[in-house]
């Protein structure tokens, strides 16, 4: 339904692109900006568990081989990204187009309706809502599945279906909260945990060039968490974000740390954690050799 609208926008588009008035944050910094408005997608947390659906349906096919099951992963990987990156970049080119016809909406599920109403009447919004319940149920459904695989193998004392009840349950109450609720809830904890899920899947992704050394992935972590928590906390409720504890460190991350303005804090310190790891992964190695050779 979705690519039928874009497919429709693009060739009837409701409106130009030129002219239209850049607001808010996007008027300036607005990749930063993007990136951190993109956290609240959670594709990339999402990415993560689905990685052991994806391994595990390549594995159903008979393929065994690591290396084999590590390219067919990378393939789709490299496949769904793809599609995602025209999709949203369809969205926003409709969502431009449409402001000639439609103010600002409060979202984009808001503005996405109008769209539709408008290129398809209430039947494309009818359609457009099944087929909304149904991408969110399927996704529900690998994330539910993803964990309970992953807490039964880790914590084994409850099995696989206690897990998945417990993650449904609790999913189904948190859901009635509403989805501005959830994500202004959700933003300090996003704001800590995806510097940290990036850095570890770039981590993953250039695990070859370095061995898959452990002192790489620890050193790149200790030096993303710490902006990575003041970043939350900068996030958090204002009980929590203007104490006087929380407003020194936020003081002396905006001071020292590049980019503290934009919500990427962490990537300078990540980057130098890396590089630290990969000069102890070097001298050890050297160390190793060295001593290889000292034994000979």
């Not at 060739?11 to 990136?35: C, D, E, L, Y």
């Not at 490299?78 to 103010?103: C, D, E, N, P, R």
């Not at 510097?195 to 061995?211: E, G």
Request: glycine share 10%; with cysteine; charged share 10%.
């Amino acid at each position: 339904m979705v690519v039928i609208l874009l497919l429709v926008a693009i060739f009837k588009p409701m409106g130009s692109t030129a002219g239209q008035v850049v607001t808010g944050a996007w008027r300036h910094g607005a990749m930063t900006n993007g990136i951190i408005q993109g956290y609240q997608t959670m594709d990339a947390l999402a990415s993560v568990e689905f990685g052991v659906v994806v391994i595990t349906a390549i594995k159903v096919f008979g393929v065994k081989n690591e290396t084999r099951v590590a390219h067919l992963t990378i393939k789709a990987g490299v496949i769904a990204a793809s599609a995602m990156a025209v999709l949203y970049a369809g969205l926003a080119y409709i969502g431009a187009t449409s402001l000639g016809h439609f103010k600002v909406a409060a979202d984009g599920g808001v503005a996405l309706g109008q769209i539709t109403q408008y290129f398809f009447g209430n039947a494309g919004v009818y359609i457009l809502a099944i087929m909304a319940t149904i991408t969110c149920m399927t996704t529900a459904i690998g994330v539910t599945t993803s964990f309970a695989t992953a807490f039964s193998s880790m914590f084994p004392r409850f099995g696989y279906k206690t897990y998945v009840v417990i993650v449904s349950v609790i999913s189904f109450g948190v859901s009635n909260f509403g989805f501005a609720t959830i994500i202004n809830a959700a933003v300090p904890f996003l704001m800590f945990i995806y510097p940290l899920c990036i850095t570890l899947i770039l981590l993953s992704l250039a695990s070859p060039f370095f061995n898959r050394a452990r002192v790489v992935y620890i050193m790149t972590t200790i030096f993303t968490i710490v902006p990575s928590i003041v970043d939350g906390l900068n996030a958090a409720p204002a009980f929590i974000a203007k104490s006087a504890f929380v407003q020194t460190l936020i003081q002396l991350d905006s001071k020292y740390l590049p980019f503290f303005a934009q919500g990427l804090a962490w990537l300078v310190p990540a980057i130098i954690g890396f590089v630290i790891g990969i000069g102890i992964y070097a001298v050890q190695r050297i160390r190793e050799t060295k001593a290889v050779t000292a034994g000979e």
